[in-house]
């Protein structure tokens, strides 16, 4: 199979229709296929420091030398970041990347240089954001406002969920007229650079407006009140 990046020699011999009389093989030729960058054309490291990227090693015949070149940007406003023989290049920066591959010696033509270019890879490094702090005014009746709310940091996005279809991408937020249906789990997650954060959650509770009722009874000069209130903790008579 032909390998990006690689060199390939060959040869030419001249031979009859029967075999019975052949050419000397020719001098050699080479050719080689346009290099690649082994991650592809995006990808992305969370680790707030870099990445290795790196090109199929080519094995070359004697006499020949390849040298991998690592470009940073895009046509001419790309810059040399790295010349040497080692297959791989490791890089700090957000950007796009490509890697050029070039062959001299002496039996390449008398020692010319030839040179191929990779397609350009993006690579994104940023580092993963902490979990977000999360706040509410839980818990609170039904018929109230919920409140949610975690603290902004800039280049962050946020990406809320709850019950009763819930999602929001806002740091404060404000639930009008709550039912029931909005007491439940609320989580929410950040991405700053592609990266993301780990999941934090939190527990809201909704409870019922509580209903104020009594029974009387009356026996001789004796009147009995009974408590007969529901969803309620406490009592002012």
Not at 16 to 39: A, K, M, R, W
Not at 49 to 59: E, H, R
Request: hydrophobic share 25%; glycine share 8%.
């Amino acid at each position: 199979n032909i390998v990006s990046g690689k060199m390939y020699r060959y040869y030419v011999r001249a031979t009859t229709d029967c075999n019975s009389c052949n050419s000397v093989y020719s001098q050699p030729n080479y050719f080689h296929i346009v290099p690649e960058i082994l991650q592809g054309t995006s990808v992305s490291v969370c680790n707030g420091t870099g990445l290795t990227l790196t090109t199929p090693q080519i094995t070359v015949p004697n006499g020949v030398i390849v040298t991998y070149q690592w470009y940073k940007g895009l046509n001419s406003n790309s810059t040399l970041i790295s010349s040497q023989t080692s297959n791989s290049c490791y890089v700090t920066q957000s950007g796009y990347y490509y890697v050029k591959t070039t062959f001299t010696g002496s039996s390449l033509c008398g020692g010319a240089v030839t040179t191929d270019q990779s397609l350009y890879t993006y690579v994104n490094i940023g580092t993963t954001p902490a979990a977000p702090i999360l706040n509410s005014n839980s818990p609170v009746c039904v018929g109230n406002s919920l409140t949610l709310s975690t603290p902004y940091i800039n280049g962050n996005l946020y990406y809320w969920t709850g019950p009763n279809g819930f999602s929001s991408n806002n740091t404060s937020i404000s639930i009008q007229t709550v039912t029931s249906a909005s007491a439940g789990t609320y989580s929410c997650y950040v991405l700053n650079s592609g990266c993301q954060s780990s999941v934090s959650s939190m527990n809201v509770t909704i409870n019922p407006v509580p209903t104020a009722s009594f029974t009387t009874n009356v026996v001789g000069n004796t009147v009995t009140f009974t408590n007969t209130s529901t969803n309620a903790t406490s009592y002012n008579w």
